[in-house]
C-alpha cells in the first residue's frame, strides 16, 4: 500500500475473505499510527469460499468507471503503475497483464553419463514471460465473471484472450512472488539489506 500510494494511488478496495477478520482488526487497531489519515481503505467481504474471480465481481459496485489497478499482493516489484496505465490506455481491450521473466527456482546439473560435472543457475530465457498478477482493468471484465465460483487466472483471462481484449505491459526489472517459505525468507533479506527495490516512499 505505501508503493502505491508513493505513486498518488491512496484509494484501497481490500477485498476481504480468508482471515478477513484479523485484516480488519489491524486496519482498525492502526488506523492513525501506521496508516496514512490520506489514504482511503474500503474493506468489503466477499465471502471464505469466494474464487478470485467472484471476488472482483463482488467488488463491482465499489468500482468507479476508471480503469483500476487490481493485484493479488503475493508478490513484490518496481512496476511503475503510470507506465502500466500508459500501455493499457494505448489500445482498446479491457485488461493489462504485467508480463514479467520468472524467476529461476532451480538450478541445472550437468551430466557425464552418472558423474555430476557442475552445477549452474538456471539461464532466464529472454522470451519467456509469465503473469505478474498486477493488472490495469476496466469495470466491464466484471461482464465476464459468471459469480462466486469463477476463477481469475483460468476462467476470465482466458476468455478475454480470446476476445481480443487482454495485453501486456513487459516489466524487465524487479519482481518476486512471495508462494513459499523460501521466497518469504528471501524477501526479507533483500529488505533488511537496506536496498529493497519496492521501497520507495520516504
Given at each position: 500500500m505505501r508503493y502505491y500510494a508513493h505513486f498518488g494511488l491512496d484509494h484501497f478496495i481490500v477485498a476481504l475473505g480468508y482471515l478477513g477478520g484479523e485484516i480488519r482488526r489491524y486496519f482498525d487497531e492502526q488506523h492513525g499510527s501506521d496508516v496514512p489519515?490520506?489514504?482511503?481503505?474500503?474493506?468489503?467481504?466477499?465471502?471464505?469460499?469466494?474464487?478470485?474471480?467472484?471476488?472482483?465481481?463482488?467488488?463491482?459496485?465499489?468500482?468507479?468507471?476508471?480503469?483500476?489497478?487490481?493485484?493479488?499482493?503475493?508478490?513484490?516489484?518496481?512496476?511503475?503503475?503510470?507506465?502500466?496505465?500508459?500501455?493499457?490506455?494505448?489500445?482498446?481491450?479491457?485488461?493489462?497483464?504485467?508480463?514479467?521473466?520468472?524467476?529461476?527456482?532451480?538450478?541445472?546439473?550437468?551430466?557425464?553419463?552418472?558423474?555430476?560435472?557442475?552445477?549452474?543457475?538456471?539461464?532466464?530465457?529472454?522470451?519467456?514471460?509469465?503473469?505478474?498478477?498486477?493488472?490495469?482493468?476496466?469495470?466491464?471484465?466484471?461482464?465476464?465473471?459468471e459469480g462466486d465460483d469463477t476463477d481469475w487466472d483460468r476462467a476470465v483471462l482466458p476468455r478475454l484472450a480470446e476476445d481480443g481484449l487482454l495485453f501486456a505491459y513487459r516489466h524487465t526489472s524487479f519482481w518476486h512472488c512471495m508462494d513459499t517459505l523460501k521466497e518469504r525468507r528471501s524477501l526479507e533479506s533483500i529488505w533488511q539489506s537496506g536496498s529493497a527495490p519496492w521501497k520507495v516512499w520516504g
Open positions: 489519515s490520506s489514504w482511503e481503505i474500503d474493506l468489503i467481504d466477499t465471502g471464505q469460499n469466494t474464487n478470485t474471480g467472484g471476488r472482483v465481481k463482488r467488488l463491482e459496485t465499489a468500482i468507479d468507471e476508471s480503469p483500476f489497478l487490481l493485484t493479488w499482493c503475493d508478490g513484490l516489484s518496481d512496476v511503475d503503475p503510470a507506465l502500466l496505465l500508459a500501455r493499457h490506455e494505448s489500445h482498446q481491450g479491457l485488461a493489462t497483464l504485467t508480463a514479467v521473466h520468472p524467476p529461476s527456482r532451480f538450478g541445472e546439473v550437468e551430466l557425464d553419463d552418472d558423474r555430476v560435472t557442475r552445477f549452474r543457475e538456471k539461464p532466464q530465457r529472454p522470451d519467456e514471460w509469465i503473469n505478474g498478477g498486477i493488472f490495469i482493468v476496466d469495470r466491464r471484465v466484471c461482464d465476464y465473471i
